[in-house]
């Protein structure tokens, strides 16, 4: 099953994202749940980091909040919120869509 991760980073965090951002990429490839697909979200300029989205392949909701609250983002404080939803994977334009399994199409 996917899951749609949305975190919105405190005013604040941009200096312990940067501190933190090799810790996290390593988190997230040795992960228990699989990325699907990963980035920070920017402000309108393009260029300022405000938060992280996610979608992860993952059997349970319990499982993806498990890891999420593992993450070293979150250890160091860099969201203010977090949201976790189920998410149903419905339009995918990327060329066959580079790897995803079908079963997780709907």
Not at 11 to 26: G, I, M, S
Not at 52 to 68: C, G, H, I, Q, R
Not at 87 to 104: A, H, I, Q, S, Y
């Amino acid at each position: 099953m996917l899951f749609a991760v949305h975190c919105l980073d405190h005013a604040d965090a941009l200096p312990r994202r940067l501190a933190n951002y090799d810790a996290h990429k390593a988190y997230l490839a040795g992960g228990s749940v699989a990325t699907v697909i990963s980035g920070p979200l920017v402000a309108a300029d393009g260029a300022t980091m405000i938060g992280s989205l996610f979608v992860f392949s993952a059997d349970s909701l319990d499982e993806v909040k498990a890891f999420n609250a593992g993450d070293p983002f979150n250890a160091a404080n860099v969201w203010q919120s977090v949201s976790i939803n189920p998410f149903l994977l419905r339009v995918d334009n990327r060329p066959d869509g580079e790897g995803l399994d079908e079963k997780l199409r709907l």
